[in-house]
């Protein structure tokens, strides 16, 4: 089992950047794919990003690819999501998201462990 705390929401203007952070407990977080996704007020939960186990593949959403980065650091057991040319349509809620796999898919009920998420405002 793990639990996920995200980090490093805030406000930021349009253009500008932001480094979200997913500390993770339990000794066995190389075991574990992970996924970063968002919910805007109204809205359904989208898929934003996904790294495997290793850190060595991942995949975007298409809305956001070129501009986020998703990595991690098994040794710190913590996933980033960095977070550049931000828009404010990219405003929401982000949750980090967990699954005992090589890699997890672009479903929000692929993942069976959630954080409580952290919020991302971007002003126009």
């Known amino acids: 089992q793990v639990q996920l705390e995200e980090s490093g929401g805030g406000l930021v203007q349009a253009g500008g950047s932001l480094r979200l952070s997913c500390a993770a407990s339990?000794?066995?977080?190389?075991?574990?794919?992970t996924g970063w996704f968002r919910q805007a007020p109204g809205k359904a939960r989208e898929f934003v990003a996904a790294?495997?186990?290793?850190?060595?593949?991942?995949y975007y959403a298409d809305s956001v690819k070129g501009r986020f980065t998703i990595s991690r650091d098994n040794a710190k057991n913590t996933v980033y999501l960095q977070m550049n040319s931000l828009k404010p349509e990219d405003t929401a809620v982000y949750y980090c998201?967990?699954?005992?796999?090589?890699?997890?898919?672009?479903?929000?009920?692929?993942?069976?462990?959630w954080g409580q998420g952290t919020q991302v405002t971007v002003s126009s």
């Open positions: 998201s967990a699954v005992q796999a090589e890699l997890g898919g672009r479903s929000w009920y692929q993942y069976d462990y």
């Open positions: 790294i495997n186990r290793s850190g060595g593949s991942t």
């Open positions: 339990g000794r066995t977080f190389s075991s574990y794919a």
